[in-house]
Nanobody, 125 residues
């Protein structure tokens, strides 16, 4: 059974930084893509970015490009989302998700098989 656990959320002022972690158990991330999504109250789940484990290629939504960075740690089987220059509109519950079937780093949540429980990020103005 694959389990993903996010951590690192919290309250931060606009312009600040946070780093989210997504740790997997039950299976390694190799041969997968790991995506980050977020969902604000009353809004649809939104793609933030993804990393293709093999090769480490990353892709980002335009709304976070240049501010957010996804990285991975093979030894810890963990993916990170470094968020800089945070804005109030970044406030949301952030989820990590793993796609072991396609591993393409796509932006559709339908491509991802396993999801974490989410972690709240709140950016105050």
């Amino acid at each position: 059974q694959v389990q993903l656990v996010e951590s690192g959320g919290g309250l931060v002022q606009a312009g600040g930084s946070l780093r989210l972690s997504c740790a997997a158990s039950g299976r390694t991330f190799s041969s997968s893509a790991v995506g980050w999504f977020r969902q604000a109250p009353g809004k649809e789940r939104e793609f933030v970015g993804a990393v293709i484990w093999s090769g480490g290629n990353t892709v980002y939504a335009d709304s976070v490009k240049g501010r957010f960075t996804i990285s991975r740690d093979n030894a810890k089987n963990t993916v990170y989302l470094q968020m800089n220059s945070l804005k109030p509109e970044d406030t949301a519950v952030y989820y990590c998700a793993a796609d072991f079937q396609w591993a393409s780093g796509g932006s559709s949540w339908l491509e991802y098989d396993y999801w974490g429980q989410g972690t709240q990020v709140t950016v105050s103005s």
